[in-house]
């Protein structure tokens, strides 16, 4: 395998072993989401929701975040009528039956940052299956264009455009920055890890200092739809979340995409893990 | 069949009335049910108390089965159409009316439920009680109700639907005990209970704020002829003489009720003995009200929003005596049933399907905004494929109206028709039309008239973008722009507003104009043309329609974020130059970021207001300002480059 990625300061050892860490971490995160999604119950709130995923993580040995777990209940997870970020922080909403929710959650375990989003409802709504279910064109369209190294900047467009196709509004836009996706890395471990605004300081760094570097040679570690992200895939690890909304109701995946500067298609980039809730779910419903 | 319901006193009614006695008797052994129009489902019965004849009532009810009831002292007048053994549907008519008021609307009842409709005591066929005076209280027109409903559906409960004073009448039948377990649903429209009433005036009266007084005014004043009706005499003398006589032309030119069978040729004698419902009961009632005035059935009301008797602030309160209420609103004016049939029928058949189904799961109303206005409406749009005419869909589907996705792209059209339906809308279809196509059109239009039904609202939107200096723009770009952007808003009024004008039952037309139609500049000629012009046919096709009940709004969306930026022509540029641009306005236009969504939500409140223009966005709603306060200042805009 190629080395991942030559600006990640810790990461560029082993690189099968650091994958691991990587895949671990993420599972560790997934089982989480999977976890509390089957406690939510109605009149749970989505700050209760952060702090079921904020302590499930802590008993697993998690200390470091790159942000504090988010929950989204209703029409929050289109984020209608955010305008501001601190809106992103979990609320005293209520769960109700029916309700869509969204769990986000970037815990840091051994110094492997994953970065995930797992959408769910609370009982039936074919709306939000619908939109669960389109997600998986953007799964597939974002590797073959990141594998194609077309810029990001283009596959950011090319995404907005499908998801526009498909009748749906793209509220990754609502991040900050815009950010369908962002760089992860490994994280040196301390004793006190801070947060600042629900992003851990370590992490922040991390993120600083690749923007730094970006900023010179012309990358940035933000992939935007702006002219800062016009640039083909920079090798690395990319949290990649593209966020629909539709009339109320969004949906989302978030999961590590493995960037390498190796000259084959296949090995040049792919999803880290294709064991995912999400992934799972698709290929029942292709079974079906 | 035959329940042998008790045939003895029942739950002490007054009067000392008599009872219809033959009442379902001897209906086993009838004609299967349905054996074709005036089959006699019930057949001749007890001894002089109701007698059945056939097709004998007025012009406006061929083939209704007829029959009398006694009841009280007088006979009542009873027609039945359709299937006994379906579900019965009792209509029961207002003032100064008789059953014939509902014909059209229970034509269209018919072929799915047993319909039943009566003469009031005193109006119609049906004889008035002696003396008139005390003759027309409510506890007496109950006791007609549960007579007819005992001869006509003697052992399942019926579905009630009433106008002006028979929905007033429904009221008291619908809150009194003694029905209990005799009505399955009510429908009222046009009149409230004076029970009710009598809470909202001394609710208002007791702690008057300024709005309540202005209501209460408002209502006092839309009272005007409550007041005429308790004076003596007066009132039958003018109904049995110049009042009665031209009565039909007040209701036409007024009212805009169309002519046919109706008013009937009893109308001096309906309306002259009708004023005693007036007298035996409003004062009565609205000085003391019942204060357990509780529906104990399902409750639909049907609210014209012109109405000219009656303020549409008497039901505010109406959740807290109908706890399932389902409240629906029609632009319309008082007599709905002869001006708005189809609009009823509609949704009378879906509340009674609802209460029969019995499945709590499905909401009889869509969640959205405007729901109460749109329910069931059938709203064609065109270029529903993307950007705002696909919003327009789905805010349309959100209100439960059942939506026709009009586009070019096949795909997309059938996409938006899937999403519609998953959002609310009862039933969505996409159909791929180029809307420049004549021909096309027309096709569209049998089509939709032949599989969904008329029109109610049509949504020209589909639209393509063209920029570049007018010397560069050949004719053939002129003809592409023109064709799409004018031609196809001329097509869709021409082939499907005539459609609903001919329907004569009212409806809607939204052109999606822009804010290019009063801003020039010189990047647009072409486009900004094309958009003057669909504004000022909107203008002249509003006030052509406006005598028929027909809307007609105009659009004018300034910036919004949708894909016209990236599929408009540049012209005057090679390729890939063009193609730049494209991308580049794309990227402006996305930074702009206003949704089509909230243009959608404009164009549901246009329709909803019937506002003429409507500029949607700020940079719209400033150049409309400008254009008519400061033309210059526009003309000075229109002369920059946006740098592209």
């Known amino acids: 395998m190629a080395s991942v990625t030559p600006a990640t300061p810790a990461g560029t050892g082993d690189l099968a072993a650091g994958l691991r860490g990587f895949k671990e971490v993420q599972r560790l995160a997934y089982a989480c989401a999977e976890a509390v999604a089957g406690q939510l119950r109605p009149g749970i709130t989505e700050r209760a929701a952060a702090r079921m995923q904020r302590e499930w993580l802590r008993e697993r040995g998690v200390r470091d975040w790159f942000h504090l777990p988010f929950a989204w209940f209703g029409d929050r997870t289109a984020f209608v009528n955010f305008r501001v970020p601190l809106q992103f922080f979990p609320t005293n909403r209520a769960l109700e039956p029916g309700m869509p929710f969204i769990l986000d959650m970037a815990p840091v375990h051994k110094g492997y940052t994953a970065d995930i989003g797992y959408s769910g409802c609370l009982g039936l709504n074919p709306v939000h299956d619908r939109l669960l279910a389109d997600l998986e064109a953007h799964r597939e369209l974002i590797l073959r264009e990141v594998r194609e190294r077309h810029s990001l900047r283009e596959i950011y467009e090319n995404v907005e455009r499908l998801m526009v196709r498909q009748g749906y509004a793209n509220r990754h836009r609502a991040y900050p920055f815009g950010v369908i996706a962002h760089k992860v890395d490994r994280v040196r471990e301390r004793r006190w890890s801070p947060t600042l605004f629900g992003f851990g300081t370590q992490s922040l760094k991390g993120l600083a200092s690749d923007a730094l570097h970006g900023h010179r040679d012309g990358w940035s570690p933000l992939w935007s739809p702006y002219t800062f992200s016009d640039h083909p895939p920079q090798p690395g690890l990319w949290a990649v979340e593209p966020h629909l909304g539709f009339r109320g109701t969004g949906a989302k995946f978030e999961e590590i995409l493995v960037v390498t500067d190796s000259k084959d298609p296949q090995e040049s980039a792919f999803w880290l893990d294709d064991d995912l809730p999400h992934v799972r779910r698709w290929q029942e419903e292709k079974a079906a | ?644």
């Open chain 2, 1 to 644: 069949m035959n329940t042998g319901r008790g045939q003895g006193p029942r739950r002490g009614r007054g009067g000392g009335r008599l009872r219809a006695t033959g009442r379902g008797k001897g209906r086993g052994p009838g004609p299967s049910p349905g054996a074709g129009p005036g089959a006699r489902s019930v057949p001749g019965t007890g001894p002089g108390t109701e007698s059945e004849t056939e097709g004998g009532s007025g012009p406006g009810l061929a083939g209704a089965r007829e029959r009398r009831v006694r009841t009280g002292g007088v006979e009542l007048c009873v027609a039945e159409l359709g299937d006994p053994a379906l579900p019965t549907v009792m209509l029961v008519h207002g003032y100064p009316d008789s059953k014939e008021v509902w014909s059209e609307v229970a034509r269209g009842l018919a072929a799915r439920f047993h319909v039943v409709l009566y003469d009031v005591r005193g109006c119609g066929l049906s004889t008035a009680p002696r003396p008139l005076r005390g003759g027309f209280t409510l506890e007496k027109l109950t006791d007609d109700f549960l007579a007819v409903a005992d001869a006509v559906s003697p052992d399942r409960p019926v579905h009630l639907v009433g106008h002006d004073w028979g929905s007033v009448q429904s009221w008291e039948f619908a809150t009194v005990r003694r029905t209990e377990g005799r009505i399955a649903s009510f429908t009222s429209m046009s009149g409230p209970s004076l029970d009710h009433f009598g809470h909202w005036i001394k609710k208002r009266m007791t702690r008057p704020t300024p709005r309540r007084t202005a209501q209460l005014l408002g209502q006092g004043a839309k009272s005007w002829y409550v007041y005429l009706l308790h004076t003596p005499v007066l009132p039958e003398l003018a109904w049995r003489g110049p009042l009665g006589r031209s009565w039909p032309g007040i209701l036409r030119r007024i009212e805009k009720v169309p002519d046919g069978g109706y008013p009937t040729a009893s109308l001096p004698g309906d309306a002259a003995h009708g004023a005693w419902l007036y007298r035996d009961n409003i004062r009565a009632r609205l000085r003391r009200p019942r204060a357990d005035a509780y529906a104990h059935c399902p409750v639909q009301l049907i609210t014209p929003t012109g109405d000219a008797f009656l303020s549409q602030r008497l039901y505010d309160d109406l959740e807290q005596w109908a706890p399932q209420l389902v409240r629906r609103t029609l632009p319309a004016k008082h007599w709905v049933p002869r001006t708005r049939p189809d609009q009823l029928v509609s949704w009378i058949t879906e509340f009674v399907n609802a209460k029969e189904e019995g499945d709590p799961a499905k909401e009889v109303m869509a969640a959205g905004p405007h729901a109460d206005r749109f329910g069931g409406q059938l709203v064609l749009v065109t270029g529903a494929a993307s950007g705002i005419g696909r919003a327009t869909a789905f805010a349309f589907a959100e209100a439960g109206a059942r939506i026709i996705a009009v586009d070019r792209d096949a795909e997309g059209a059938a996409r938006t028709a899937d999403m519609a339906r998953l959002i609310g809308a009862p039933q969505a279809w996409g159909e791929a039309v180029d809307v420049a196509d004549e021909a096309a059109m027309e096709k569209l239009a049998d089509k939709v008239d032949a599989a969904y039904g008329t029109v109610d609202v049509l949504v020209n939107n589909a639209g393509i973008g063209l920029s570049g200096s007018f010397l560069q723009t050949s004719s053939e770009d002129w003809r592409k722009v023109l064709d799409v952007n004018l031609w196809g808003v001329i097509h869709g009024c021409r082939i499907f507003g005539r459609r609903m004008a001919e329907r004569g039952q009212g409806g809607h037309i939204v052109n999606t104009a822009s804010a290019a139609a009063f801003q020039p500049s010189r990047v647009l000629p072409a486009y900004s043309t094309s958009k003057a012009a669909v504004l000022m046919l909107s203008e002249c096709l509003r006030a052509e329609l406006a005598g028929q009940g027909i809307g007609v709004s105009a659009i004018c969306p300034g910036l919004v974020n949708t894909n016209i930026t990236a599929t408009s022509r540049f012209t005057g540029v090679p390729a890939d130059e063009e193609k730049r641009r494209q991308a580049k306005a794309a990227r402006m236009y996305g930074m702009r970021n206003y949704p089509p969504e909230k243009v959608a939500d404009a164009v549901l409140r246009a329709v909803v207001r019937n506002q003429a223009v409507v500029p949607v966005t700020p940079e719209a709603r400033g150049a409309r300002l400008m254009s008519r306060f400061a033309p210059r200042a526009l003309r000075a805009l229109a002369r920059i480059e946006p740098p592209l």
